[in-house]
């Protein structure tokens, strides 16, 4: 399957259930393995927060993102429609601090994902493939992921009110039975709710247009739009919640009771297990946890060896270190990088020169002793040849880079290198290092 993102702009306004800000959202297409990316563009310098799973700052009746003191309320339905949809990288444009709610439902976004038009990249997706359970349990709320050739999730939520009692669903999400069976189910809550949400500072722009609102004994909207409409949106938000993962699934969930923190929390446990590129073990209840190994060399030693720091220090670990041979380190890629200001602020994208620069500074380590002590030598690069950028590096990112020594003399080496992110070659080149005697 290809990468997908949208053929052209498209705009939708409204006001925000929590917050009552009136808001307008612009959808817009974004380059391959550029994921989604939210844009608050009433601020200044139009800051960027990557929707991922680690940027979620709030639960609080909704799921919100920000770094910093930026925040964008209200994430999910949107995050649900791109998931359904099949979307994997766009830019969300925001000119207020919450998405609109519309009627409470994901068809405000779909409606403009539609009207945008939907369009394959290429480049290949890149699923989190479940092949073993991950399990997370607090209180009366489970959630888990099984193996599964698709995406599918089932549901069961039990309220003490007649109006709602003990509901079950379960579908297979694609394109078809998001748009006819999930997206039109519309978030709700109980009247006695209400008066407590209000004194809280939230649903300030809500109204029975905007949910399903509960009251004693029955339903104060005039129709539901399905029997089983109140499963169906849990459904909905959970698929927007683990959308925050960054990629889409091939597993079975399956939830009981769930909301926004469990489904938060549920899916750093799918993040810990499926993309720290680490052995997981069982864990005590609370999912499956990598194997934390130890670096070969952390960064304090780096430092010790190479004479670049902050903002020029790329490499965070080298994980392992085998002299004059073969070297492995990493570099963990965040929004905050001091390039990303520029480069570029509405799509931020890894320079690629800097990416030539750490792949240098992990391949200079080569040069060095059993310990990773300095042993009077600098390795300064002299030529690059045969570079290929083959992907882009973005936020959110964890870049690894290998490199192999190739040839070598006393003065001088040559070191083939390959920076990947997610198994997936970003780019690769053959440099060369002269090798010069520094004073002790």
């Given at each position: ?16 259930l929590?917050?009552g800000s009136?808001?307008?959202v612009?959808?817009k ?5 550029s ?11 139009r800051?960027?927060v990557?929707a ?8 609080s009746?909704?799921?919100t993102i ?7 309320h209200t994430v999910?339905h949107?995050m649900?429609?791109?998931?359904g949809?099949?979307?994997d990288n766009i830019t ?8 609109p709610?519309?009627d409470g439902s994901?068809?405000?976004a779909?409606?403009?994902l539609?009207?945008?038009g939907l ?7 890149r699923y989190?493939?479940v ?13 888990s992921i099984l ?18 009692g ?18 039109p ?7 006695r709710?209400v008066k407590?949400?209000?004194e809280a500072g939230?649903?300030?722009g809500g109204?029975l247009?905007s ?5 004693d004994d ?8 399905f ?5 169906r949106?849990?459904i909905l ?15 079975h ?6 909301g926004?923190?469990?489904n938060v ?6 993040k810990?297990a499926?993309l720290?590129?680490q052995q997981e073990?069982a ?5 499956a946890l990598?194997r934390?190994?130890?670096p ?5 030693k ?5 004479p ?8 965070d670990?080298?994980?392992s ?10 570099k ?6 001091p390039?990303?200001q520029?480069h570029?602020p509405?799509v931020?994208?890894m320079?690629?020169?800097?990416i030539?620069e ?6 200079a380590m080569?040069?060095f ?5 300095p042993?009077?030598?600098?390795a300064?690069?002299t030529?690059?040849e045969k ?5 882009t590096v973005?936020?959110g ?5 290998k490199a ?5 003399r ?5 070191v083939?290198a390959?920076?990947?992110t997610d198994?997936v070659v970003?780019?690769?080149a053959?440099m060369?290092?002269a090798?010069?005697?520094i004073?002790?």
């Open positions: 399957m290809r990468q997908r993102t949208i053929a052209s702009e498209a705009s939708y306004s409204g006001v925000g929590h917050t009136l808001t307008t612009t959808f297409p974004a380059p391959p393995d994921g989604i990316t939210f844009v608050r563009t009433d601020l200044p310098d800051p960027v990557p991922l799973v680690d940027n979620v700052v709030d639960v009746r909704g799921t920000g770094i910093g003191e930026v925040a964008i999910e949107a649900s429609a791109f998931a949809m099949g979307v969300v444009e925001v000119d207020a601090d919450e998405i709610n519309g994901s068809l405000p779909l409606g403009a539609m009207k945008a369009v394959d990249q290429d480049a290949e997706k989190i493939t092949d073993h359970p991950v399990y997370y349990r607090k209180d009366d709320v489970t959630l193996p599964s050739d698709e995406f599918r999730v089932t549901m069961t939520i039990s309220y003490g009110h007649p109006a709602i003990t509901q079950y669903a379960s579908f297979t999400i694609n394109e078809d039975t998001f748009r006819s069976e999930l997206a189910a519309r978030t709700f809550c109980f009247l709710e407590m949400l209000q939230l649903i300030k109204d247009e949910a399903v609102v509960i009251g029955r339903i104060l909207n005039d129709d539901l739009r029997p089983d409409e109140f499963v949106h849990k938000d959970l698929i927007g919640d683990t959308y925050l993962l960054g990629r889409p699934i091939k597993g969930i399956i939830g009981a009771k769930c926004h923190e469990k929390n549920f899916s750093k446990q799918i810990k499926y720290s590129g073990r864990g005590d209840g609370y999912g990598p934390r190994q130890p070969a060399l952390d960064v304090n780096i430092m010790k060896i190479l670049h720091r902050y903002p020029f220090l790329l490499v670990r080298i994980l270190f085998e002299p004059m041979k073969t070297v492995t380190g990493m963990n890629v965040t929004v905050n990088e390039f990303f520029g570029w509405d931020p994208v320079p690629g020169v800097l030539i750490a792949m240098a500074q992990v391949s080569l040069v002793g059993e310990n990773g002590e042993n009077g030598r600098l300064f690069l030529g690059i570079a290929k950028f083959r992907n973005v936020p990112d964890q870049m690894v880079i192999e020594m190739v040839h070598y006393d003065s001088a080496c040559k083939h390959v920076a990947l198994d970003a780019a690769e053959v060369t290092f090798l010069m005697e004073d002790a």
